[in-house]
């Protein structure tokens, strides 16, 4: 099933606090249905869309509502994510990913909200001794407390390295009691209206995390930034004048662990806002197939044209698909202790958000005007999903992080990290035959042989090629997962489509993203080094991939027929 | 204290289509969802609960097995235990099959001092299974009750709506309440940690032996209504559009109701 991947890869995940690096077992999808269901109730009765279009108009953040929200008595959302010992309810990395995509159907702006809390969390849970774990995730659980995570700075957005933010020890004596902090911090979420945050800063012995009061005496707010999107998200920079922290609140009792505490989680976080995009997506994209069925344009339904759905529906509907399929991978795979699976998440969050983006463009030109006015949810949901694209490490820096840990991976395996994969789809293929693996075991080699004439031509020298290699890895592995899922004999409830559909949606994603692979790959080498085009096509055998779009339009037929199914016009 | 809630699963009738062709109930991808009436005699019930130290409220279903669903919900919401009827045997019960097995089911349990049932379920309207229960279990009952309390000497005392007001009746128990939902009755929403603690409370189905009755009293064979046709009334009438700003739209109004002899004119 995993990809295989050297090691690197695997390492050794955090501690099992939020979530383990031992087996998750998480709730049973009877309980999770509950949960999700009284997501959708309480957003329905609490979060109706002329109040949240309100809000969104005015820029407001909903501090009572969300604090509400994290009430145990009225739905304590926040309990959902934080383990038992702590007071939590222990959600396995599954039950968060699907708790995550409800959010972010309903409000993008208060999911990151919520998420952020979790994203401040995350120092404490993996660097934190254990007496700071018992006082402060308890009382994140028992009190409700908001928390921000506050790193970036105005030079020190990707580059944590770049930090000015700094802490000097005070001392009593020999004895450090504490430290004082100054400096600025920017972007940061529920910085306005946080309980605590967590501050990385420069010390003594290197960077490292601290846990401020608010209210601590000496910072100062700014005004909430008047953001494109996700306005109910608060936003805010601060800065704090010599600000004293005592020494109990520095993450870990040591000082210089901040930035591998920091850089640990990723894999799990950006699998969250992998689910926004895909919870975003989603939405916009279920409410356009839904209205097109009751659409009349030019005697027809526009759900029964193919100029509609086979340029603004299925693309996008088979994206989401496969990027839910790659989610569900990566999520299981964290749940069974495989680490926290850097790559994955990056690869997770850069095709799940690129196509969250994509599918809610695609629906705002699909409602036509009433895509472009601010009266319906849509045009929010893209101003809203653009975020992901963004924050926790932008898409460009996933190209990076992906090109460059596969890269070292097709290095480590002497070139043969995607012709190990190549040979997993062709194994597939022989077992399940209308998934679309035969052409993925085509395109994994060709891409295989596209990483090796930049190899020997030196050419990831180029930035550019090296986050090109980035996105095409990304779309082979998404591709290669999507395949293996359309051929189990049953996959997860999240999925609304039937086995002839999900099987559909996989060959043309499969055939889309074989494609493109060889396409830009040979391009990108033609583009960056030298060589005969002639000979890179037969190597990568382009005219096979050529040959294997047939069919490709009855299964854009069948997709837009059965979406129809799904999604009925209320 | 013992009380027992009787709750039904219900098509969401907010989400139920009329097929224009064939003019039935479209059911298809409508979701099931916990009686409202149900739900709000439920929380008048934990209300009660919260009061005192020793109630006990077990929940009770008939239906088929995804009805454990409601009853999860009920649970989650702060029951403390249920109990799903699910038989073949009960299959095409109308209401009087229907409280026979709920009331046999009661006994069984040993009785209750409340019972509580919604008024009625917004799928049949019928408002009937609350009322034979009580008859059937020969006890008092406390109809249309808006708001339920306890008194010191442990008296039942409700508010019942009547058409031109509300009255303050009392019962000793054992009593039967049917509950109708206050205007203002926002359904309370099962917050997570009580999710988590539904799955570990005990939770049983019984068949149709468990509750005690005579098998010739139940479903469709115990059943003396019969559904002969179902059917959406055709629309009557024609539509009539009426033109202008509101004063002037008010008095063509005015003018077509009386022509109509609809109400009466001023001579």
């Known amino acids: 099933m995993a990809p295989s991947v050297p090691d690197g890869c695997a390492r050794t995940g955090p501690e099992p606090l939020m979530r383990g690096c031992g087996a998750m077992t998480g709730f049973d999808q009877e309980t999770r249905d509950l949960i999700l269901e009284s997501l959708r109730e309480y957003a329905k009765q609490n979060l109706p869309e002329e109040y949240l279009l309100e809000l969104d108009h005015e820029g407001e953040f909903p501090r009572e509502g969300l604090k509400k929200m994290y009430e145990h008595g009225t739905l304590g959302v926040h309990l959902l994510l934080i383990p038992e010992e702590y007071g939590g309810l222990g959600a396995s990395t599954y039950d968060a990913y699907r708790v995550c995509e409800h959010l972010a159907r309903i409000d993008l702006g208060i999911a990151t909200g919520i998420f952020a809390t979790f994203l401040g969390l995350d120092p404490i849970r993996v660097g934190a001794t254990d007496e700071q774990k018992e006082i402060w995730v308890k009382r994140v659980a028992e009190e409700g407390l908001l928390v921000s995570y506050a790193a970036t700075e105005a030079e020190a957005g990707s580059d944590l390295g770049a930090l000015t933010t700094t802490a000097k020890r005070v001392y009593e004596g020999d004895r450090i009691v504490g430290y004082r902090i100054s400096g600025s911090k920017q972007w940061i979420s529920n910085g306005g209206i946080a309980d605590i945050h967590l501050v990385l800063a420069r010390v003594e012995m290197g960077v490292s995390w601290f846990i401020v009061p608010a209210d601590t005496e000496g910072i100062k707010y700014g005004k909430p930034e008047d953001k494109h999107g996700i306005r109910l998200a608060n936003t805010v920079a601060f800065t704090m004048d010599d600000i004293f922290v005592p020494v109990e609140n520095l993450v870990g009792g040591a000082e210089g662990l901040g930035l591998s505490q920091a850089q640990e989680v990723f894999g799990y976080t950006r699998l969250m806002v992998a689910a926004f995009g895909l919870g975003a997506g989603s939405e916009a994209l279920e409410r356009v197939v839904r209205y097109a069925q009751t659409r009349v344009q030019a005697g027809g339904f526009l759900m029964d044209k193919q100029g509609y759905t086979h340029k603004l529906i299925v693309p996008h509907a088979v994206k989401l698909a496969a990027a839910r399929a790659y989610i569900e991978h990566v999520a299981h795979r964290i749940d069974e202790g495989d680490g926290d699976l850097q790559t994955e998440g990056a690869i997770a969050k850069y095709f799940s958000t690129n196509a969250g983006n994509a599918a809610a463009e695609a629906a705002i030109q699909a409602l036509g005007g009433y895509g472009y006015v601010r009266e319906y949810m849509v045009e929010k949901i893209k101003r809203d999903v653009k975020i992901t694209q963004i924050y926790e490490g932008t898409n460009e820096i996933m190209e990076m992080t992906i090109a460059r840990n596969r890269w070292q991976d097709h290095l480590k395996t002497r070139s043969t990290l995607f012709h190990e994969m190549s040979r997993r789809m062709t194994r597939l293929h022989e077992k399940v035959s209308n998934v679309g693996a035969d052409h993925m075991s085509l395109a994994l080699n060709g891409l295989n042989v596209i990483f090796e004439r930049c190899r020997q031509q030196k050419l990831t020298r180029n930035q550019h090629v090296m986050f090109k290699l980035g996105e095409l890895s990304a779309e082979a592995e998404v591709a290669m997962v999507f395949c293996e899922t359309a051929a189990m004999d049953e996959y997860s409830d999240a999925f609304p489509y039937d086995r002839e559909m999900m099987k559909a949606m996989a060959r043309i994603r499969a055939r889309q993203a074989a494609h493109k692979i060889l396409l830009e790959g040979i391009e990108l080498v033609m583009g960056a080094g030298s060589g005969d085009a002639q000979i890179m096509v037969e190597e990568t055998r382009m005219y096979q991939i050529i040959a294997a779009q047939k069919g490709m339009v009855q299964d854009m037929d069948l997709v837009a027929t059965k979406i129809k199914e799904v999604f009925r016009s209320r | ?267």
């Open chain 2, 1 to 267: 204290m013992r009380i027992i809630v009787c709750v039904k699963q219900v098509p969401d009738t907010t989400e139920v289509r009329i097929d224009p062709k064939t003019n039935t109930l479209v059911r298809e991808g409508v979701e099931s969802i916990l009686n409202p009436y149900d739900q709000f005699a439920l929380e008048e019930a934990l209300r009660l609960k919260a009061e005192r130290d020793d109630v006990r409220i077990t929940v009770l279903s008939m239906g088929p097995p995804q009805a454990r669903k409601v009853l999860l919900k009920s649970l989650a919401l702060g029951a403390d235990d249920a109990v799903l009827l699910s038989d073949r045997d009960f299959a095409g019960s109308d209401t009087w099959a229907t409280s026979v097995a709920l009331s046999g089911a009661v006994r069984e349990m040993g009785g209750a001092d409340i019972i509580f049932c919604g008024l009625q379920a917004i799928d049949g309207d019928t408002a009937q299974v609350g009322p034979e229960m009580a008859q059937l279990l020969d006890i008092p009952q406390l109809t249309y009750a808006e708001r339920v309390s306890l008194t010191h000497d442990l008296k039942v005392r409700a508010e019942q709506q009547m058409e031109d007001g509300s009255r303050v009746l009392e019962s000793d128990t054992p009593v039967l309440v049917t509950c109708v939902p206050t205007p203002s009755f926002v359904p309370k929403v099962p917050p997570m940690p009580g999710i988590l603690k539904a799955m570990s409370k005990p939770y049983e189905v019984w068949d149709s032996k468990r509750t005690g009755a005579d098998p010739s009293d139940l479903g469709l064979q115990g059943s003396p209504t019969q559904v002969r046709r179902t059917y959406s009334p055709p629309p009557r009438g024609e539509v009539v559009m009426i033109p202008g700003d509101t004063r002037e739209a008010s008095r063509s109004l005015a003018r077509l109701l009386i022509d109509r002899n609809i109400v009466g004119g001023a001579d």
